[in-house]
């Protein structure tokens, strides 16, 4: 039993103008392909679950009324995507006083050790989240996105030794959020 659908095949330039051709198929799939990549970075840089829905939402709504804004000669349409959302989290960022990273309150953990994870964890989701946006964003794409410097310079329009630079210094602020977090427990 087959379950590939026909238009998992088709390249992302096909899939947009057939979506804009009426084709909601085509708009499902470029949807699915994509939208988990733009969710993940909406929440790695805002912290909030809610502003990464909101800002996928609208970055699929800004692709469906107007596709002609992508120029495939000029990225992918990821890339595009992408440059969507962070302009999108900048302006909902802009617009709502900082966050503290939501944790996963459902179940107390039960042991020490995952204690100390969580805490570890939220510790360095709170650095991420402080550091301003040029800097969260290299370390967002390059390091919890895993995406090679190379592509994380197309998506954000600058040079290599840029996306190099800055995520160079994002982890050096990193490290030394991180060891002050240490030295003074709260």
Do not use: W
């Amino acid at each position: 039993m087959n379950l590939k659908r026909p238009h998992d095949e088709l390249g992302d330039a096909d899939l947009l103008r057939l979506s804009g051709e009426g084709d909601e198929q085509a708009f499902m799939t470029l949807y699915r392909r994509h939208q988990a990549r733009i969710f993940s970075f909406a929440f790695h840089m805002s912290g909030r679950r809610e502003t990464a829905e909101e800002v996928t939402q609208e970055v699929f709504l800004a692709l469906l009324s107007a596709p002609s804004l992508y120029l495939e000669d000029r990225g992918t349409l990821q890339g595009y995507l992408i440059g969507v959302a962070r302009n999108k989290v900048r302006r909902a960022l802009a617009q709502a006083r900082p966050v503290e990273s939501p944790l996963d309150r459902s179940a107390g953990p039960s042991l020490l050790e995952e204690l100390s994870r969580t805490r570890e964890l939220s510790a360095l989701r709170s650095a991420i989240l402080s550091l301003p946006p040029n800097y969260r964003e290299v370390v967002v794409l390059c390091d919890l996105e895993e995406m090679d410097y190379g592509e994380a310079a197309r998506h954000l329009g600058c040079a290599l030794g840029t996306v190099r630079s800055r995520l160079h210094r994002a982890r050096a602020i990193l490290s030394a959020k991180l060891r002050r977090k240490e030295t003074c427990p709260a």
